[in-house]
């Protein structure tokens, strides 16, 4: 019986750390209502290190692979990617990035780590953002660690459906579902500057924007 027990514990610690890695083992312990020690046990056991050393092991692997985008654009720091499958990235809001008036996260902060994190996933030499439908679900203040993961949902043709969903203490706080288009890498600087003709922006509102060899055209 407690055998039974313990592969079922370990069943649900590999599969909260698949969705967020940077709990640590006393919010582990809380959540599976076992003591601190028993998660260290349970760790070793399942061959997971301790949150520092899979926090460096991770970044280390994200930062080799990343293409599309410079690591300084990022906004926040890469964790974990796997090209035209998933990443994840994590963000701590600090007092100078919430409103005066309420304390509430500036939005965009969270928009823009969604958005940077899709970029980051898809596997080509640059990539630019056709369509992004967000939901704020739940405020966000100062001091929250913010856990992004993106994750493509499929391909159409020349673009990406990537779903991005960002979670602080494993509630959802904000989501969001992008269209990414990659650009051939000796086309970016052009592909930019027709799809700032597009719109102004370099964002088509409804629909995406692909570089088609004669410049920008919606598809």
Not at 8 to 17: A, D, G, T, V
Not at 35 to 49: F, W
Not at 149 to 158: D, F, M, Q
């Amino acid at each position: 019986m407690n055998s039974a027990k313990k592969v079922i514990r370990h069943e649900r610690l590999f599969k909260m750390l698949q969705r967020n890695p940077f709990l640590t083992d006393e919010q582990l312990a809380k959540n599976l209502a076992v003591s601190i020690q028993t998660i260290r046990l349970d760790r070793l056991s399942l061959n997971i290190p301790e949150l520092r050393e899979r926090t460096r092991q991770m970044a280390e692997n994200a930062q080799v692979k990343l293409k599309a985008i410079d690591k300084k654009d990022i906004v926040g720091d890469l964790i974990d990617l796997e090209l035209n499958h998933s990443g994840i990235s994590m963000l701590k809001i600090t007092p100078d990035m919430v409103l005066e008036k309420t304390g509430v996260a500036r939005g965009y902060y969270m928009f823009a780590m969604a958005n940077t994190l899709a970029l980051a996933v898809v596997d080509a030499e640059a990539a630019l953002t056709g369509v992004g439908n967000v939901k704020y679900k739940v405020p966000v203040y100062a001091g929250a660690t913010l856990v992004a993961k993106a994750e493509v949902i499929r391909r159409e043709l020349n673009k990406y459906i990537i779903w991005v969903k960002i979670r602080n203490n494993n509630e959802e706080v904000f989501r969001a579902k992008f269209i990414i288009v990659p650009c051939p890498d000796e086309r970016t600087t052009q592909a930019y500057e027709n799809r700032a003709r597009c719109n102004g922006n370099g964002l088509w509102p409804e629909r995406t924007c692909a570089w088609s060899g004669t410049g920008c055209k919606r598809i």
